[in-house]
């Protein structure tokens, strides 16, 4: 399942207040096989009458069978033995609401290793609404949908299902542990012809409306899938090599397998081919890397409307959500669709045919799939590109471990499974996958895949199987391995030390403080928990399986020093250093004596995740300063990693001459990825306090785009490239920067006719911000000031581009101007971004403007205040903060998920901290409170914790230290 949560809010604990350890349950009993009948009524929005056929195989003695349902009314339950020929009987079952559990009594004792068929007849959606009971829509898991075309306004009627983690049983009846996988049988009567069903497996018979989907091989309740709407179609074969003899055929003996894409009717097929055409090409891919064949008979992909997720691997029926379908224009810069597409096939393999036994090991489904988008993207891109997918997934794990939590990546404590898709799961696991390959090399990482997935086929999987195999296949100890990266929490954080040690050693010195930072961090928390009765909230989510946190990481870390002798040779020597202690010292010899040593990079391969917190040298001298070997290592080293670990490190060094040396890397460099971080380090250098700094960074960002460049520099770069001088031109906030960037927003020049949405989006947003006042230029005047809203306003109401990318970076940068000195502006845009957030809007402008709504919940201090502040311009805005307080209080009872969680996080924005508590403070905390403990959305609870988490956190801050009250005494 690919997961949009970014969430960057600070909280201490991945564990809240409640959270419990989740066991996998020893079994009494396993499904066998489900037959399902359904009929959606798409007037009422309902499933009645459904009928469920459950073979089931006892594995213990058993009298009765529980199975997880939610909001479903049972009508009766029936039952008859496999070996008798007697009626169905009739059985008696309870339902407990509180448990989600529906109760069948036998009647008898049914004796271990015996099969039973349970009948079941139901309708789903049964729950009490106002106080009063009765079938409504089902609120999970079966999702009906209506919406208009943009084009025709015609009505769009959708049904799909969503299963992961725990909202099949608000549908059928079923065990909703992973680890019980049976084959399924699905028949669903829909009520007009033209309606396609897709379902798991392959189409057995349609006769009228009814389409009949049969999946022989087992998987979990949660992949079960079911899709139904009017879709344009396309179908592929998938063809095997004719010497393609890879083992594991599972059930495929084929020559070929159809693939079969649907999509909405109003994207055009050559747009929506532009996502799917690559499938066959993944499919080869994975085969010929995992050693085993796609496992079933078919595969589709399913874009449908209103899909919260990118994506969700239902067993050969993954469904996607439409707005990863693009156009040309978009296919410019947009590669995330490939993304998606690799990472749900090859779930396929990780989560589908091998599925993890419990959530706790759910990197095994989501650390193998993102690690499979690398694998995929290297194959069809190349190694540089490789790296540069390994360095983002790093940034993304290590951006959550900085401003959120660090947890084990298996980990038992939670309150719910959903909390456990974050950057951990997925992007920490695909790391620790990085690097075990490289540990183990690429042959024994390949066969110890191989032999995972043969062991395992159609079963699950728990970490200490992976791990078995991983020793079996290497033949040696990888304990140690898990237990840092799996069971133990956290990463490296290291200080690196040089000096020189006569002419051709060099000392280093390597420091771990991971352990000191994550001691700090949790005297915090227990400062902020206070007397907590709870227990769970003294769980330790750094704590690991065998108590490894605490002790220092142990790795290879490689470190290489290049040289230039004065032979004018370049060399280079690569030494492996082995990080055990709190501090490593190390000596590495053999460096020529007439050498000159350039640059020194550590682990230029990437093969271990860490933080470098600091690099320096001791007794520099003039050949040996470390700013000068990290523009030697910018513009010389051999890897993309050495380049921009440059390119970063050069943040900490300002200077005329490295300000050069980035513009240089900027155009110069071979990739674009080092482009954009010497972009981004330029950027870094905006301090409002420090004109000369600022300005020479500035100077050298507008260089690419200023008219006299006659070679037209910025229409020759990589479009990302584009995009970050744009956005890091706005980061100066400088009012000269209008002229410069307005040509390029409505491309009235030739050579920007072809400019992508996302630099056009970039260019919108960074308007916004250079219409700020700022410090080293002139104040923009409120006519042109009023000018910049007015045409921001427009391209938000006019532009079409994929996923209204340019209208949300118009939106990003009207949000800047919420704290300008005319009042009037700031009212005219929150009244402006309010109107976006109506549900009649596009959904991408809904999300923009419900996010940058947290700017102007606070734009005055409307805590209170002495009556000569409350003139009327602070009236205006104290009228504007309690209306668009009021928008926001409603967007939580949205019905889309992500409007719901940004409207979470606006509550909590720094910028919405008030200057001491006010009602609206424990009116918006009692509101976020409420979704945390009722809404039916794993994700929006846990962001609505995390909200109200942060708000608790302001109180307790004020409560520290409370104002000191004034009181004025009467003059007699």
Not at 171 to 191: G, H, N, S, Y
Not at 489 to 494: L, Q
Request: charged share 30%; net charge negative; proline share 3%.
């Amino acid at each position: 399942m690919q997961n949009h949560n970014g969430s960057t809010l600070k909280t201490h604990r991945f564990e809240f207040p409640g959270s419990i350890a989740h066991y996998p349950p020893l079994l009494s009993f396993t499904l066998e096989h489900m037959l399902l009948k359904i009929k959606p009524d798409f007037d009422s929005n309902t499933l009645k009458d459904c009928e469920q056929k459950l073979r089931i195989t006892t594995l213990k003695d058993i009298n009765e069978i529980k199975l997880d349902i939610a909001e479903i009314d049972v009508y009766q339950v029936t039952s008859s033995t496999t070996t008798s020929s007697d009626i169905d009987t009739v059985l008696s079952f309870g339902i407990l609401k509180k448990d989600d559990k529906l109760i069948i009594k036998l009647g008898q004792t049914l004796h271990k290793d015996k099969t039973i068929d349970l009948t079941i007849r139901y309708s789903a959606g049964y729950y009490s609404k106002d106080g009063v009971l009765g079938i409504y829509k089902p609120r999970s898991g079966f999702y009906f949908v209506s919406s208009t075309t943009a084009d025709d306004n015609s009505s769009i009627k959708q049904a799909w299902t969503q299963g992961e983690a725990l909202e099949s049983k608000y549908w059928f009846p079923c065990l909703e542990d992973p680890q019980v996988k049976f084959a399924r049988e699905i028949q669903i009567t829909v009520p007009e012809n033209d309606y396609v069903v897709i379902s798991n497996g392959e189409l057995a018979h349609k006769e009228g409306n009814t389409w009949t989907w049969i999946e022989q091989n087992p998987t979990p309740a949660y992949l079960t899938s079911v899709v139904i709407g009017k879709f344009a179609q396309e179908q592929q074969e998938y063809h095997y090599e004719k010497n393609d003899h890879n083992k594991n055929n599972n059930n495929n003996n084929n020559n070929s397998i159809p693939l079969l894409y649907y999509w909405p009717k109003e994207i055009p097929k050559k747009d929506a081919m532009l996502t799917f055409a690559n499938t066959p090409n993944m499919i080869r891919f994975f085969e010929e890397y995992f050693d085993i064949k796609y496992p079933y008979k078919k595969y589709s992909q399913v874009a449908v409307e209103e899909f919260e997720l990118g994506g969700m691997e239902n067993t050969n029926c993954t469904i996607l959500t439409k707005y990863i379908l693009h156009d040309e224009i978009a296919a410019i810069d947009y590669t995330r669709d490939i993304d998606v597409v690799s990472h749900e096939l090859a779930h396929q393999w990780f989560g589908d045919l091998v599925t993890c036994r419990d959530w706790s090991s759910l990197w095994l489904n989501e650390g193998f799939a993102t690690y499979c988008e690398t694998l995929y993207w290297e194959s069809i891109k190349g190694f540089d590109e490789f790296c540069y997918k390994v360095i983002k997934m790093a940034d993304g794990y290590l951006e959550e471990s900085r401003r959120l939590y660090k947890r084990p990546l298996v980990t038992r404590i939670y309150k719910h499974p959903d909390d456990l898709f974050d950057a951990h799961s997925y992007e920490k696991g695909g790391c620790v996958l990085h690097m075990l390959r490289k540990n183990m090399g690429e042959n024994n990482f390949r066969k110890s895949i191989n032999k995972y997935l043969d062991i395992y086929k159609n079963k699950s999987a728990e970490t200490d199987d992976l791990c078995k195999i991983v020793e079996d296949v290497s033949a040696k100890s990888m304990h140690q391995f898990f237990d840092q990266w799996v069971y133990g929490s956290g990463h490296p954080i290291i200080d690196i030390e040089f000096s020189l040690e006569g002419q051709n050693k060099i000392k280093i010195k390597i420091s771990q403080i991971q352990k000191q930072q994550q001691q700090q961090q949790q005297e915090g928390e227990e400062k902020q928990d206070g007397n907590d009765d709870d227990s769970s909230t003294n769980i330790d989510s750094s704590s690991s399986k065998y108590g490894y946190h605490g002790l220092p990481f142990e790795f290879n870390l490689d470190i290489k020093i290049a040289f230039f002798s004065t032979a004018g040779i370049n060399d280079e020597l690569i030494e492996t250093v082995l990080i055990s202690k709190i501090i490593t010292e190390h000596s590495i010899g053999g460096i020529p004596e007439d050498a000159k040593i350039e640059w020194i990079s550590i682990d230029p391969q990437f093969k271990i995740l860490k933080e470098i917190k600091s690099i320096k040298i001791t007794n520099e001298t003039q050949e040996f300063q470390l700013v000068n070997m990290l523009k030697n290592q910018l513009r010389k080293g051999k890897t993309i990693i050495e380049r921009i670990e440059a390119a970063r490190s050069l943040k900490n060094y300002y200077s005329e001459d490295v300000i050069s040396e980035l513009q240089n890397a900027v155009v110069a460099d071979p990739f674009y990825g080092v482009s954009i971080e010497a972009a981004n380090t330029l950027g870094s250098y905006h301090e409002k306090n420090y004109y000369a700094k600022s300005n020479k960074a500035y100077s050298a960002l507008v260089s690419f785009l200023e008219k006299n460049n006659k070679e037209h520099i910025f229409s020759r770069l990589h479009p990302k490239i584009k995009q970050a001088i744009v956005k890091n031109i706005g980061q100066f906030e400088r009012k000269e920067s209008i002229d410069l960037l307005e040509p390029l927003l409505h491309h009235q020049q030739q050579i920007y006719e072809e400019t992508s949405y996302f630099v056009r989006a970039s260019i919108a947003t960074a308007i916004g911000k250079s219409s700020k006042n700022d410090t080293f230029s002139l104040s923009i005047d409120n006519i042109q000031k009023m000018k910049i809203v007015s045409q921001l306003k427009e391209i938000v109401k006019t532009s079409q581009s994929f996923r209204n990318v340019i209208a949300t970076g118009a939106i990003e940068g009207l949000k800047e101007l919420s704290k300008d000195k005319d009042k009037d502006i700031v009212v005219d845009i929150a009244n402006f971004l309010i109107e976006n957030t109506n549900s009649k809007n596009d959904y991408f402008k809904r999300l923009a403007a419900t996010s940058a709504l947290s700017k102007f919940l606070r734009t005055t201090n409307d805590s209170g205040g002495s009556e000569n502040d409350k003139d009327e311009g602070n009236s205006k805005l104290q009228e504007m903060n309690q209306k668009v307080f009021d928008q926001l209080m409603g967007l939580l009872k949205d019905k889309r998920r992500l409007v719901k969680m940004n409207a979470c996080k606006a509550f909590a924005d720094n910028e919405s901290k008030p200057s001491r508590p006010d009602v609206k403070l424990f009116k918006s905390l009692e509101e976020l409170i409420y979704v945390a403990e009722h809404d039916l959305d794993g994700f929006i609870r846990r962001e609505a914790e995390r909200s109200a988490n942060i708000i608790k956190e302001w109180i307790n801050e004020w409560s520290a230290k409370p104002s000191t009250l004034l009181i004025k005494l009467r003059e007699d």
